[in-house]
């Protein structure tokens, strides 16, 4: 089974400013690597597929990076509304597994 | 609007058994895969089963494997899972969701969750 790691488990930044978040892979996924965002008492929400490919409705200042074992979400200029738990997860391979989250909090 | 509503949830014994289904609209529910990923409470994700548009193929997580079956009804629009031989660690809010663009195993609509705790 791939273990995904994520970094920080928690990350501190104030509006405005970038946000960088880190997924680590134990095996290649190659691009098979999604991001989501979930907030308190809600279903998570889907940011980011095939490593770097925005979802439907989700704005710019979300942008993915990475292939193979490293991956990393950019936020560009955070908004209120997006202090938010964040997870990746891969689909390369069966089972299908999330790393454990990273907190994004307010600075 | 593309929505999916999970039911079923509960209290149930160790060692009983439970079933969820999930109610798709708004998308053509037979052509897409269709998952349950749990989330025990304040833990993160773990993703749980599989199936194919079809039925044709599934997969489940090892922690659920022989308890757990995953089916579907497609002249219903209907996402099922049969939980059998209950343990406190199943406790979680269950979610289904749909497979994401282009056929990839990411989830990209979610149904509210439902919640399921085994407990005595």
């Known amino acids: 089974e791939i273990v995904m790691t994520q970094s920080p488990a928690t990350l501190s930044v104030s509006p405005g400013e970038r946000a960088t978040l880190s997924c680590r892979a134990s095996q290649s996924v190659s691009s098979n690597l999604a991001w989501y965002q979930q907030k308190p008492g809600q279903a998570p929400r889907l940011l980011i597929y095939g490593a770097s490919t925005r979802a439907t409705g989700i704005p710019a200042r979300f942008s993915g990076s990475g292939s193979g074992t490293e991956f990393t979400l950019t936020i560009s200029s955070l908004q209120s509304e997006d202090f938010a738990v964040y997870y990746c997860q891969q689909y390369n391979n069966w089972p299908l597994v999330f790393g454990q989250g990273t907190k994004l909090e307010i600075k | 609007q593309v929505q999916l509503v999970e039911s079923g949830g509960g209290v149930v014994q160790p060692g009983g058994s439970l079933r969820l289904s999930c109610a798709a609209s708004g998308f053509t529910f037979s052509s897409y895969g269709m998952h349950w990923v749990r989330q025990a409470p304040g833990k993160g994700l773990e993703w749980v089963a599989f199936?194919?548009?079809?039925?044709?193929?599934?997969y489940y997580a090892d922690s659920v494997k022989g308890r757990f079956t995953i089916s579907r009804d497609n002249s219903k629009n209907t996402l099922y899972l049969q939980m059998n031989s209950l343990r406190a660690e199943d406790t979680a809010v269950y979610y289904c969701a749909k497979d994401g663009p282009g056929g990839a195993d990411a989830f990209d609509i979610w149904g509210q969750g439902t919640m399921v705790t085994v407990s005595s």
């Open positions: 199936i194919r548009y079809d039925g044709s193929n599934k």
